[in-house]
Structure formats: C-alpha cells, structure tokens
C-alpha cells in the first residue's frame, strides 16, 4: 500500500542554502527551482546548483535528501 508524504511546516523553498543528508556526499549549494511532488510516493525534488551562479553545476534532488543550512 502506497502512501504520500506531507510537506513539513518549515518545507524548503527556493533560495535556502542547503547540503546533502547521504554520508559521502559532501556539498553545499542553494535550491533554484522547485519541480513539484515528481519523485516516489510524492516525494518534492529541488533543482541544487553548486558553484557560482554563472558557472555551477545544477542537478535534481529529493527534498528528504537534503538538510538546509545557514548561508
């Protein structure tokens, strides 16, 4: 039986500065872009750019992989 995860009060939201919760997975980056409740069972995915704001790298993850930080 599948179930779908509710947003926490203090969801993340795009500007918050934030880092990966996966041990051996060590960055910093900020949230550009919300992509919705795209991943399993609902999950919110965030696009995280790492770097500059010209020159980093973007990619996607899932919002309960990520803990947010102070910037």
Partial sequence: ??????A???SL???D???S???G???KGVIVEDLGPLGVDGSEIFVIRVGDEDE???FNARAENLE????
């Fill in 1 to 6: 039986m599948a179930h779908t995860q509710t």
């Fill in 8 to 10: 926490p009060t203090d």
């Fill in 13 to 15: 939201k795009v500007g």
């Fill in 17 to 19: 500065h934030v880092v």
């Fill in 21 to 23: 919760k996966i041990p």
């Fill in 25 to 27: 997975i060590d960055w």
């Fill in 56 to 58: 980093g790298r973007h």
């Fill in 68 to 71: 947010r930080v102070a910037a």
